[in-house]
């Protein structure tokens, strides 16, 4: 008796056959698993669907939702990508799309402004207590410097004084590495619009301004080379050859310069070990441009908007910031004043009234005593 096999069957049209001549149509059918047991046989039936791969008709046609072609969307999305959060964002840039003038570059624009006010309170957060971190920092320069004396021909036991300076205060060099959280919190969703970007039928060939951003769903491709160039090491990390100057990544990477340039400085030297939040944030500002040379316009698009309103939002925090501190000197001011007038009161100025005339009647006594010598 021949063992159970799986069953697999494959058809090819016409065309599919020519496909070894150079045509670029095939067609292959795969079921799902079916065991067949020797001298059995079974029957598997075909539907064919000709037409866009468009996540809206598959959702509201009942035929369609009866047979989850849905699926065939799904199975191409990255394994690191949730399917519900690929889903929520191509509906809403569908939904975004429907706003005249219907463009999906400023669907993805008011995409970012939506995220971005999401993670707001996370983002003022960070900055502020990165800045608060930095003052506390700044009133331990006299003891900062006293160890650095005292410690110049040892780093280690140099290192290990300010760390425990450091922990006697209450302050964590390493949280400033929190600020880079925003950041973080928005990787998923920058992999989930990579691949709705490249799922979503409706945003292929779809242009932003119809002469530098002509295809969100590919490259901006500024200029096309005429031979694709190869890149030792790099090309492994930009997906393949350059075959176009793509401009939008480069944006990108200066955006995020421009970011991290902006970032305050720690006040006070670092102990060797802990973390250069602006080191880091150039690092990756040039990772970017490699990484996502090849990527989709639409989602270069997303990440430097994103990057250009966190600098406007970095700066309004800031502004923020700087008039709490203000406000808070002046009202520290007027309540010391004020309580310097509250304890002055009738019984305390009477005090000083009565402190005054005996001072003066003893400066009068003590003048007549000299007059008689």
């Not at 866009?52 to 009942?62: L, T």
């Not at 959280?181 to 409706?202: D, G, K, N, V, Y």
């Amino acid at each position: 008796k021949a063992p159970p096999w799986i069953a697999r069957s494959e058809a090819r049209t016409a065309a599919g056959q020519a496909n070894d001549r150079g045509d670029d149509l095939t067609l292959t059918f795969v079921t799902r698993p079916i065991r067949i047991e020797s001298g059995d046989s079974a029957e598997v039936a075909f539907d064919c669907y000709i037409g866009p791969k468009s996540k809206r008709a598959f959702e509201q046609v009942e035929a369609y939702v009866a047979r989850d072609y849905y699926n065939v969307i799904r199975e191409g999305f990255i394994w690191c990508a949730p399917a519900g959060l690929v889903g929520i964002m191509m509906s809403l840039l569908n939904t975004f799309h429907r706003i005249p003038p219907h463009n999906y570059g400023l669907a993805i624009i008011i995409l970012v402004l939506i995220v971005r006010g999401l993670l707001h309170p996370i983002t003022k957060r960070s900055q502020v207590n990165m800045m608060k971190m930095q003052q506390q920092q700044a009133g331990l320069q006299p003891k900062v410097k006293v160890i650095r004396e005292k410690y110049a021909n040892d780093k280690a036991k140099m290192n290990q004084a300010m760390m425990d300076l450091y922990r006697e205060e209450g302050i964590n060099p390493a949280g400033q590495i929190l600020s880079c959280l925003p950041m973080f919190l928005q990787f998923p969703i920058w992999i989930a619009l990579w691949t709705a970007l490249s799922s979503t039928i409706e945003m292929r060939h779809a242009a932003f301004d119809g002469w530098w951003i002509r295809d969100l769903a590919g490259p901006d491709a500024l200029y096309t080379f005429s031979q694709p160039v190869e890149i030792p090491l790099l090309g492994m990390l930009m997906g393949g050859p350059v075959e176009s100057l793509n401009l939008l990544p480069i944006l990108l990477g200066l955006s995020q310069l421009l970011h991290s340039r902006l970032m305050p400085r720690p006040s006070t030297p670092q102990p060797e070990g802990a973390p250069d939040q602006r080191k880091l944030m150039m690092f990756m500002s040039v990772f970017f441009v490699f990484i996502l040379y090849n990527a989709p316009s639409g989602l270069n698009l997303y990440i430097m908007s994103s990057t250009l309103f966190g600098v406007l939002e970095q700066q309004r925090v800031r502004k923020h910031v700087a008039d709490y501190q203000a406000n808070r000197e002046v009202e520290d001011a007027r309540r010391k004043e004020a309580a310097q007038k509250r304890e002055k009161g009738w019984l305390h100025r009477k005090w000083d009234e009565l402190a005054k005339e005996a001072e003066e009647a003893k400066r009068i006594k003590s003048g007549k005593k000299k007059s008689r010598r």
